[in-house]
């Protein structure tokens, strides 16, 4: 499950820097082991020694490197963990990999297709599809059931003034 992406390098120690893709920047402060993935290389499981946490990133160090030149081979890396350690969502709350794959339809019963990405915008997420972007708001999405992979969404125009939020 990915929760970040190593985007540079921090001082001569090798530290790294993170930038978080996880609602829950906070669980980078009990890590004790990370998996890291390069788009051109396999998975490795690396230690986490050290963590800190700022205001538009995560700063870590991982046992395994030791010095700039190392740590700058991890740039755009994944920073991964195993599904079995994701915190708990509330209750119509779910992850982007939950999201991606499930098949759209209307109300009517109008295939969309498979949702291909994930948008993540200010004001709401967005449902990519071949057809149609899909506005992640309690309004336009009716259903949305992981056990038949589906989501139901009502595209239909709202009836007043009144109905649309702003």
């Known amino acids: 499950m990915l929760i970040g992406l190593i985007v540079g390098t921090f001082g001569w120690r090798g530290e790294i ?8 920047p906070e669980r980078f402060l009990e890590l004790k082991e990370v998996l890291i993935e390069h788009p051109a290389g396999p998975r490795r499981l690396c ?11 995560i700063k870590l160090k991982l046992a395994e490197f030791n ?27 779910y992850y982007l990999h939950q999201i991606i794959g499930l098949s ?33 708001r309690k309004e336009i999405v009716k259903e949305i059931n992981l056990e038949r992979g589906i989501i139901i ?6 009836e007043s003034a009144d109905e649309a939020e702003l």
């Open 104 to 136: 759209a339809q209307t109300v009517e019963g109008k295939e969309l297709g498979k949702i291909t990405e994930v948008i993540r915008a200010p004001g709401n997420d967005v449902y990519v599809t071949p057809l149609v972007d899909i506005p992640a």
């Open 47 to 57: 230690h986490v020694e050290t963590v800190r946490v700022t205001e538009r990133q």
């Open 17 to 24: 820097k993170v930038r978080p893709e996880t609602d829950f």
């Open 153 to 158: 969404v009502d595209m239909s125009e709202p």
């Open 67 to 93: 010095n700039k030149e190392e740590a700058a081979s991890l740039r755009e890396s994944f920073i991964l963990i195993p599904k079995s350690q994701a915190a708990p969502l509330p209750e119509g709350h």
